[in-house]
């Protein structure tokens, strides 16, 4: 493929002992290997390699920040991580809420074909189409037909998508759905060229992909670095400063952190090693970027009848115990905010309900919680034996280690269960758990991600055994409320109706950690931790052609 | 000779079936599954994705099918690289792990025999005491420790050389991994060196030889060299196969895109075929690996010879 690869190959014993001697002269004679010359390539330490570049079969951050950067949807991130107009100049919604019309502006794709509504309608049948088996598909069964596609009862024409005409794109949804239009602005959304994909597999690879966004694919070497290069096509192509964008696959997040140090990237979305935080906080501070997530992190309580933990007071009494302050201050210490509720606070029209107690001394919360568990027959005598899985990862075993050190005065013994992580979520899928750490990132900049987990088929639901009608129906009226008041009541009843049950223990909300070195500009840390890439630019590349 | 050769191919075809056989159920028998993450995904959605893969099958049928995929030359889809054929995937990354677990084995050779040679000559006496010293710490401090020092030193501090990335195959981004690779075995070659080159210069023949009169470097390298590097040679087919199919670790550190991060996050994420392929791959060159070693053998010891 590359002349790389070549030249290795026609390479003889000789030659590579002549290489060897070249390598090692090389690192005698080189001083310094400068990598900073001035181009306006941004270079992002991206993370993980990503799985896929199809923008409707991609899972990850690290994917979908790719993704985006080449395919427009009809509503983008706007730097600050609202939504803008994308492919879609303006939109309309009828009165009922169930129609929204959708006028597509002037734009092509990479090789200069029209995007039309066509392009618009096909992706979303694809989305939905079961063979496509994309992870988020039922974000869209809003949309009249989507559903019954998805589980593949009849096929894709009668998906309630339709194009008035090249530039009028129509959604018709089976009721009105506050959250839809943030659906819209995912990466599996996005208008995909019908014309390229009808015609055959493997779309996906430089010089095949067609795209809409502000960048091009231009070369993927797989787990090393994935090239694109400014979009001539691009309707606003005149306001994106960047020639190209390199991410590189960087897993390991002190590695990351070398090459940031050492100049080689821009941006790192490998995050900081935590025994490093420290270090970064004091040495980097101008780099450093640390903004609240939207996610969760909690302990499942599964609440089937026969454990302890099927007991109200028993799981109010862990919720009591539970010193959120000491995780997230002395433990952890990047910021995270102790979380009293399950909906993180960062999110839109964030409810304010919160655990009763929130407000008590630590003294009365532990009183209360001795008391009740009193009352469910366990104590020094009887304790209350239970068990906690978490998977591999040193911060939850930590977290772990001190929750049972907290619980332990109340005569709570906590056996520990660490497991990698596909085991872990395969025993939390299967409902084989007591406790179960738990982490919920969400999708879309809204509470219904987080409150139909617990609905009725949700996973947290199917987990812990949880039902409860009110609750169901409290997350469909809100979910179908679009008065943003309105919304946010019954949003916040549905999360108290949780949380006054003792549910789940509510551990942390989620921060992102990001360095972006300082003469990256137009960027911002972002609750959805989106950053869309075509508003950045690079400091000494303006100098220079200003 | 060559029939000798055909024989050993032949036989490891039954080897590579077991193999195959066993890392096929043995990854089946683990739990959790390649869609098992964070977010658990709706019944609907997983059903699909374990439609779109096959998974619905019952597992001799899953296994029929890949038997018979893999005899076109066929590993099948990966799992979690869904761009990428297990085959591409392997094909793309294995020339970069060859080209630096081969340069660290030629450096290895090239620092580690001289060293074994000249600590055994000099046996006992400060020089001996100090390279031996230096292969035990390189035995004991483990690549994870090595390989982000040498980053952070030179990368970070001094600014040498790139602290990671693969740029290419660019002969400085290729140096820290090579030696972080290297060290270890350097280390290993050394100390097994000095003990097999002691052991022959023991052996009857060597006084022999120095009876006759023949100056110390004729003795060392007409008459010890040789037989002293047979055990060297039969610790080296199994270690290039391990060293060429690349190291998570020098992989992941270094940001080098070769395959060995594939044998951890394939099974990991469950990544059936990803792992699969890995396993099968890494298991025929160790099979050609050991048949090299013989081959090597009959060269060096005179007594070996297979021509029957």
Redesign the interface.
Known sequence: ??S??MS??DMSPWD??R??A??AS??LS????S?TAASATLQVGNGA?P????PQ?V?GNWETRITRSLFDRLLNYAPDGSLEPGLAERWEVSEDGKRYTFHLREALWSDGEPITADDAVFALRRVLD??????N??LYYPIVGAREI???KVDGESLGVTALDDHTLEIRLVEPTAWFVQALAMSEAAPLPEHLLSSGT?W??PGVMVSSGPFVLTDW?????IDVARNPHYYAVDEVALDGITF?????P??AL??F??G?LDISYSGVPSARFDWVQQHLPESLQVGPLLGSYFYMINLREGTPLADTRVREALNLALRREVITDQLLGIGQTPSWWYVPRAVSGAPDSRLAFADWPMEQRLARAEQLLDEAGYGPEHPLQLSLAYNTLDDHRKIAVAIAAMWKPLGIELELINR??????????QADFELAR????ATVDDAYDFLNAYAS?G?AA??TGFHDEEYDDLVRRSSAELDPQRRRQLVGSAEQRLLDANVLLPIYDYVSVHLVAPHVRGWQSTPLDVHPLRYVSLKTQNDTSQ | MLKYTLKRLLQAIPTMLVVITIAFFLMRVAPGGPFDGERSLPPQIEANLMAAYHLDEPLWQQYARYLGNLVQGDFGPSFKYKDFTVTELIMQGFPVSLEIGGLAILLALLVGLPLGVIAALRRNTGIDYTVMGLALAGIAVPNFVIAPLLALVFGVLLQWLPAGGWNDGALPNMILPIVALAVPQIAYIARMMRASMIEVLGSHYIRTARAKGLTETEVVWRHAMRPALLPVTSYLGPAIAGIITGSVVIEQIFGIPGIGRYFVQGALNRDYTLVMGTVVFYGALIVLMNLIVDLIYSALDPQIRYDD
């Open positions: 493929m590359s790389k690869d290795f190959r590579m002992i290489r060897l070249l390598t090389l690192a080189t001083t310094v290997i990598t390699e799985g896929t570049l199809d079969k899972n079961p063979a496509t088996a994309n992870h598909a039922n998805n589980a593949g493997d996906t690879r070497r797989p787990q090393d670095h590189h696959a960087i897993e390991d002190a590695s070398n090459r140090r050492a080689d990698e992580a596909a085991v872990h979520y395969a025993t939390v899928r738990y982490g919920l990132i088929g996973s199917r987990s």
